[in-house]
Structure formats: C-alpha cells, structure tokens
C-alpha cells in the first residue's frame, strides 16, 4: 500500500509477546517487568487474521518479533499459518538465540526463509553484564545450526556500546569472514532505556573495522528487507551492515510497520500514533471496516522520526515504550 508521501508500505513487524528471557541493559530493565496477561496479547488466531488483511493490503513481508518471539508457545505453527496466506511472500524472525537451536527444525519445516541472531558479544562476561544472562556457548550452536539450513537466511545482529563491547566487535565482525551469513551493526537509538547510551557512530566502527580487515566497499544491490547498508570486504564470504536510524536516516523510504503484542497499529518507531486493531477485532469489527481502519492508519503515516531534536523530546506523541514492548 501506497502511503501519503508516496512510500510503499510492504513490511510488518509483528511482536508476538513482550516477554523475554533476557535483560538486555538497552532494552529491558534489570530488576524485572509487571508482564502483561496472557489474555491482552493477540492470539495466534488473531494474528493470523490481521495478517490476511495487511496481505490484502499489500503486506507481503512479516517479521516476528518480540520480546523474545522463541518463548511464545509453538511460534513455528504461526509461521506456517502466516507464511500459507496469499500474498505473503517472506516470515523472517528475529531472536536472541538462546531458545534458537531447538526450534530450527520445527521453523525450518514451516517455511521461515530467514533469521537474525542478536548478539553483542561472545565474552561470556561481557555478555552476562550485557543482558543479565549466560549463553555465549547456545549462541554459538543456535548460528552454527541455522547455517545448515540451506533454505533459511541467517543475519547476525549486535548493537554497539561504547565502552561495553568495543572489543567484540571485530570478533563479530569475522563471523561474515568464514561464514555464509551477514553481520549487522545497529546503531543504538534513543528510544526507552536506549536514551542513557552513546551511539557508537557508522563512520566511526567503518573505520575501525577497516584498519583491521582492509577496505570495505559499498555493496550496490538489494538483501533484506530494511533499511541495512551493506559492504564487501576481500576475502570475506557474508557481508557487513549498518543500520543507523539516526545517523544516516532513512525514512524517506520506509517501508515498514509495526504490530505491538497488544494489537497495537505503529506507524513510526518514534510516535505512538497509530490505531488499536485488538479492540476492533474484539469489539466484532467485520474485515472490511479493520481494513478500513488500518488503511486510513498506513495512509497517515509520518514522515519520519525527529530522534536527537529538542522538538522530539516536547512533542506528546513521543513513544513512551521500551523496546520490548514495540519489537525493535
Ligand atoms: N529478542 C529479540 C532480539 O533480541 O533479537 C527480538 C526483539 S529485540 C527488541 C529486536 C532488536 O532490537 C535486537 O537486535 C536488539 O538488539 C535491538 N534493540 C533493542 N533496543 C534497541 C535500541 N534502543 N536501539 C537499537 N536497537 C535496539
Ligand atoms: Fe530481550 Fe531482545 Fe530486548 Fe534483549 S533486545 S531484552 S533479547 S527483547
């Protein structure tokens, strides 16, 4: 679907629950979260008939996340459900890992075509400090057994702290050198618990990288979904990323929207327009007015986020949420 500044709407990102197994410092606070009842998030049922819609509407790309998506119950049977729909051309999902090795058989068998593994560090320490739990080693089996899947692409994703996992980040980085995959550095945005780091910038990991393992070229062509600009480096097999939502803003060609577990309609990460879908599917909304509803909602899409501008810290639709809550 074709938004009012002419961008075309095609990717959704669906958080299937706010829960998760890990505490990462930017995203979820330490000392724990009052989780909402099971009864508030959308059912599989519910999510499925939602994505049918958006699949009317021009959706064709779904990723599930979280929270952590791999604690949800049985995720792979919503994959298959999602990925049977007309018009629905690619399940992706995003996970810490942790839970990862042990579902791949069952995701693979129900047609996920790719994954990204979050990780931002292989320091066992490092790691614990990062996100309040251990599993470097589960980690490392979970990317090593997704890369035997032939049919599921596999992405790894780490976030940059300055001053945490400077020292990680070349080692991450090498995972693309022997590997069929891609490593991607997103850049930390100043959303929720995200506020109270530095951003580690684009240029500058480029450049770090770059003394280490020679020069990294542009890579002209399309992977993905996103947003991520990608470069070859000699010698390696998968490629480098960055996503920098704010250093190099890219929302002149967004393409995407956000499902929150509680059925929740986002248009923008920053704001928290949007519409509440889980109120009309429960209030026996029929599809054509939800679809009515969600076409008007995509249609006044904003323009594009303020992150860093004083206008953003003043304005009342600020989004309030911590990551977890909204999906990444
Ligand atoms: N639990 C899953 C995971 O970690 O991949 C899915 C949800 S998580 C919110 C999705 C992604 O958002 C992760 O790669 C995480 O590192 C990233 N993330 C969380 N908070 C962020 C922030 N403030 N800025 C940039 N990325 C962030
Ligand atoms: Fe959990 Fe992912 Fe947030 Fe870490 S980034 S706390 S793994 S939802």
């Not at 938004?3 to 629950?17: F, Q």
């Not at 049985?74 to 810490?96: P, Q, Y």
């Not at 979050?118 to 057994?145: C, H, L, P, Y």
């Amino acid at each position: 679907m074709i938004d009012a500044l002419g961008r075309n709407i095609e990717y959704m990102r669906i958080s299937v629950t706010d829960r998760c197994n890990m505490r990462c410092m930017y995203c979820m606070p330490h000392e724990g979260v009052v989780w909402r009842p099971h009864e508030e998030m959308l059912s599989y049922d519910e999510i499925v008939r939602l994505c049918k819609i958006f699949a009317a509407l021009g959706i064709s790309k779904i990723k599930l996340t979280g929270g952590e998506p791999l604690v949800r119950k049985n995720l792979s049977s919503l994959v298959k459900r999602i990925k049977s729909l007309d018009g629905i051309e690619n399940v992706t999902l995003t996970t810490n890992g942790l839970f990862l090795a042990q579902q791949l058989d069952a995701l693979s068998d129900a047609g996920l075509d790719a994954v990204n593994i979050s990780v931002d560090t292989f320091d066992e320490d490092v790691f614990q400090k990062i996100t309040g739990a251990s599993g470097v080693q589960k980690i490392r089996e979970a990317i090593n057994k997704a890369l035997t899947f032939e049919n599921i692409r596999v992405k790894v994703n780490c976030v940059p702290l300055k001053g945490i996992n400077d020292d990680s980040l070349a080692e991450l980085a090498l995972l693309a050198k022997d590997h069929r995959l891609s490593v991607r550095f997103i850049e930390m945005m100043p959303i929720g618990l995200g506020r109270q780091f530095e951003a580690f910038k684009e240029d500058e990991l480029k450049t770090l990288l770059e003394k280490q393992f020679g020069p990294m070229t542009y890579f002209n062509g399309k992977l993905g979904n996103g947003p991520c600009r990608y470069y070859t480096v000699e010698g390696f097999r998968g490629k480098i990323g960055f996503i920098s939502a704010v250093s190099h803003r890219f929302c002149d060609k967004c393409n995407r929207i956000r499902l929150t577990s509680e059925g929740f309609l986002k248009t923008c990460l920053q704001y928290n327009e949007g519409s509440d879908l889980k109120a009309l599917l429960r209030s026996g909304k029929d599809d054509e007015e939800i679809k009515m509803c969600i076409r008007d909602t995509i249609f006044h899409k904003p323009e594009g986020h303020h992150f860093g501008q004083t206008f953003d810290a003043q304005c009342s639709k600020t989004e309030e949420h911590k990551m977890f809550q909204i999906g990444g």
